[in-house]
């Protein structure tokens, strides 16, 4: 999955907030390797140097908690239409015989779609309700606390595009099995082109994101 926010640093341009800036406290210096990754799917960043520094001023925080609310917006429309798109085909059965879903396995995935993709609105839903009405200071204090509200506040930014990328994979293997089943030669070549083309996009991504932790994790390195 590719990272949430944007690679980009966070300065602060007004002096006087640079003035009362505040270091990054020891308790988030010292991060898991589970950690890491998750501030890396989350931010961008495989540590919270640059996210604390956005913290410094109402200006950059603005930044960062818009970019997140219109994130948050567009997994909620994606949501949206995987619901519908599952609920049809969990709902209804197939208008064509070469192409059956309603196979044991096909149907399981649709419903295993179905259901990821609505805890995937409700978790979207509320993580948008705390960033509209989360402020600066408040953001600092929970991050100040701890890994274990560090954590609860990187899955609030990770885990509804978890939930929506599973509902998505879960609704590509039940339309992959259900064209491999298929009768029709036809239906079958489609879905192996298919099947390439969806490996070739996730080998891509994964490789793309691999190397851009591989040069966050030397970027954190060469700062400490």
Known sequence: MASLYST??????????????????EALRRMSLLMRVLCFLALGRSDLEDHWKSLQ????????????????????TTA???????GVFVTTGSPVP???????????????????????????????IRWAHTDRHWTQ??????????????????????F?????????????????????????????LWLFTYVVNIGTILMDNMWKYARSLDHTRYRQ
């Open 164 to 192: 929506v990328a599973s509902s998505l994979h879960f609704f590509i293997f039940a339309m992959l099995i259900t064209g491999f089943s298929s009768q029709s030669m036809i239906c079958r070549v489609v879905t192996v």
């Open 80 to 86: 949206g239409v995987l619901f519908t798109i599952s």
């Open 8 to 25: 980009e640093s966070y300065v602060t341009a007004d002096p006087r907030a640079l003035a009362e800036e505040r270091p990054l406290p």
């Open 141 to 162: 204090e929970q991050l100040e606390l701890g890994e274990y509200f560090v954590l609860s506040y990187l899955l609030s930014i990770v885990t509804p595009v978890f």
């Open 57 to 76: 001023s109402e200006q950059a925080f603005e930044t960062v908690r818009t970019r997140l609310c219109r994130i948050l917006a567009s997994t909620i």
């Open 98 to 128: 070469y192409f059956d879903y309603t196979s044991p396995a096909s149907h399981c995935l649709l419903f295993m779609s179905l259901m990821f993709v609505t805890i995937a609105l409700l978790t979207s839903g509320s993580s948008m």
